[in-house]
């Protein structure tokens, strides 16, 4: 069975297991650009790779803290539990959820929001919970992954921002 150590975690944190079971799926939110398969090969990860790319599947990005890695042979894009944790919109929908009722926030279900929640829940399932005003990068192959998956209405991407 996988577990958050497929994540490639450094962390001494112990993963509780798994909150997932298996459950009727809805589809809430924005549409995903495509039904997942996350064996898949993706076209644009066969064109020209990065020297600090060790899986095949980063991309340059816009900020020099953003080339960052995976540093699995095997991406971590390509695995189940990435696919379940950080892609799947019922998932997704769930975390945003879950973020409004712990903020007391209204429920977020615009197009960003999607992006957003599985960002976090690839930072989560890797490093653990993590404080106000500490962040961490998601690798490049990531970040390109989610962007594939909820892609932005108007082209134009955030990318990483330090606070």
Known sequence: DENFGEFGQASTEQPTGSALADSETKNKG??????????????????SVPDWCVCGRCHPMTQDVENKCCKLKKCITLSSRFAKLCL???????????TGDIRNDR????????????????????????????RR??????????????????????????N
């Open 30 to 47: 924005p549409v995903p650009s495509d039904t997942h398969n996350p064996d898949q090969i993706d076209d644009s990860a066969s064109g």
């Open 107 to 134: 429920e977020d279900n615009s197009s960003r929001a999607f992006p957003k929640a599985a960002y976090r829940q690839f930072i989560l399932a890797r490093h653990g919970h993590l404080r106000k005003g500490n």
């Open 88 to 98: 799947d919109p019922d998932v997704i929908d769930l975390c945003i959820r879950n």
């Open 137 to 162: 990068v998601c690798p490049s192959c990531v970040v390109m992954k989610i962007r594939e998956r909820w892609p932005s209405i108007t082209g134009v991407y955030m990318g990483y921002r330090e």
